[in-house]
């Protein structure tokens, strides 16, 4: 269609249609790179309340002192305060954190409360 006289320095010559492609293109590459850049980025680890994750020292402390405030509120009452005592005698942290894995403070006292309502009661 164009020969050396109509375009002497042989450069591409674009229309108006070819310019509607490249925008597409473009386009559809920055999608791509956006993409690649989602994909390589490491997944977000969510975590509900953002509380940190207790240890195991930690949850010892909290349950001994969970039981303590347990055995004040109900001070008069022997055989809760008994039960309070072979309860905490008999826990056993591995077995608590296997049961309850990655807890949270606000998971810590949920799980106490549902564990010592019954003795309570």
Known sequence: MFNSVNNPFN???ESSTSSDKNKEQK?????KKERRLLDEE???????????ILTEDEILYMVRSYIEKLK?????????VQKLD???????IQKFCKRN??????DFHMIMYNET????K
Not at 27 to 31: L, M, P, T, V
Not at 101 to 106: D, E, F, G, L
């Open 11 to 13: 450069k591409k010559i």
């Open 27 to 31: 386009k559809e590459e920055e999608k």
């Open 42 to 52: 490491e997944p977000d680890e969510v975590r509900l309340g953002g509380m940190p």
């Open 72 to 80: 004040d509120e109900h001070s008069g009452r022997e055989k809760v």
């Open 86 to 92: 072979k309860y905490l005698q008999n826990f056993d």
């Open 101 to 106: 894995p990655n807890i949270t403070s606000p």
């Open 117 to 120: 309502e019954g003795i309570i």
